[in-house]
């Protein structure tokens, strides 16, 4: 397992997951090496609970962050979801805030890196598009 993916891992451990049981962790990884982490949170209103990529990146963005970042993914609670990738919301925010790869690790063995491409092939983009290039 790669440092970054161990952080994501880390990261895991933090997740407040009492309802699905399945923590995951995050990290950002900026171009100059700064990293952002987060872990899911969820909510006995399930539409409120926050995923771990999306708490990564709310950091990333709260420290005033902008350009291409990697995202590392780690499911550490996956025996039964060996193939888990991330969810829609989270692809659609990869692609409004410069997400170029995903590193997904399931149980700290089996990882699989994706580009944005793969994830969201199809994305909703708005033709004035005001992110910055
Ligand atoms: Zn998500």
Not at 59 to 68: I, L, N, V
């Amino acid at each position: 397992m790669t440092q970054h993916a161990a952080e994501a891992a880390e990261a895991a451990l933090a997740a407040y997951a009492p309802y699905s049981k399945f923590r995951v962790g995050a990290l950002v990884v900026a171009e100059d090496g700064r990293t952002w982490s987060g872990c899911n949170v969820e909510n006995a209103a399930y539409g409120s609970t926050i995923c771990a990529e999306a708490n990564a990146l709310g950091s990333a963005m709260a420290s005033g962050h902008r350009g291409p970042i990697e995202v590392f993914v780690a499911c550490i609670d996956a025996t039964h979801v060996r193939d888990a990738t991330p969810c829609g919301n989270c692809r659609q925010l990869f692609s409004e805030l410069g997400v170029t790869h995903i590193t997904i690790t399931i149980d700290g063995t089996d990882s699989r890196r994706f580009t944005l491409d793969d994830l969201l092939p199809h994305r909703f983009e708005l033709p004035d598009d005001p992110r910055p290039s």
